[in-house]
């Protein structure tokens, strides 16, 4: 199970307010999930669980294995994501976090940046959050 750094020890909101509460773990969880991608795509590992599943490009996978398998499997070695846009909100009673991300993509060598959008459903587990939902989308400029 993944700790993303001190995310551990924000305890799920269970009584939202106007902040929501889910600002700070958002921004941690974001954080953590991409330096791992662009660092090592096995170490995600952690971050999912055998319910969890993955929306890549429209091709879905589900459970621990077959999403890292997916991951592993993208065409490029290299990359770098830049996060332009963070929105979070509560999603259940529970303590689950709806995250929307936008932002830059560099692969490889590519000098020119892709936009993407990606969507995280958080759930609460053990103290900590788990990806329940990972929908992710390159963005194509308009035609």
Do not use: C, W
Not at 41 to 66: C, I, K, W
């Amino acid at each position: 199970m993944a700790d993303f750094e001190s995310i551990a020890s924000t305890p799920p909101t269970h009584n939202p307010t106007i902040n929501h509460g889910t600002d700070q773990p958002a921004e941690q969880f974001v954080e953590f999930y991409y330096k791992a991608f662009d660092s090592d795509r096995n170490s995600l590992a952690a971050l999912y669980g055998h319910d969890s599943m993955l929306t890549f490009e429209a091709s879905p996978s589900q459970g621990v294995g077959n999403i890292i398998q997916k991951l592993q499997e993208l065409p490029f070695k290299q990359v770098q994501h830049q996060v332009a846009t963070l929105d979070a909100q509560p999603s259940d009673e529970r303590g689950g976090i709806l995250v929307v991300v936008s932002g830059a993509l560099l692969v490889e060598e590519e000098r020119r940046p892709m936009s993407y959008a990606q969507t995280f459903q958080l759930k609460p587990r053990d103290g900590s959050y788990y990806v329940f939902n990972d929908v992710f989308r390159l963005v194509y400029p308009a035609a």
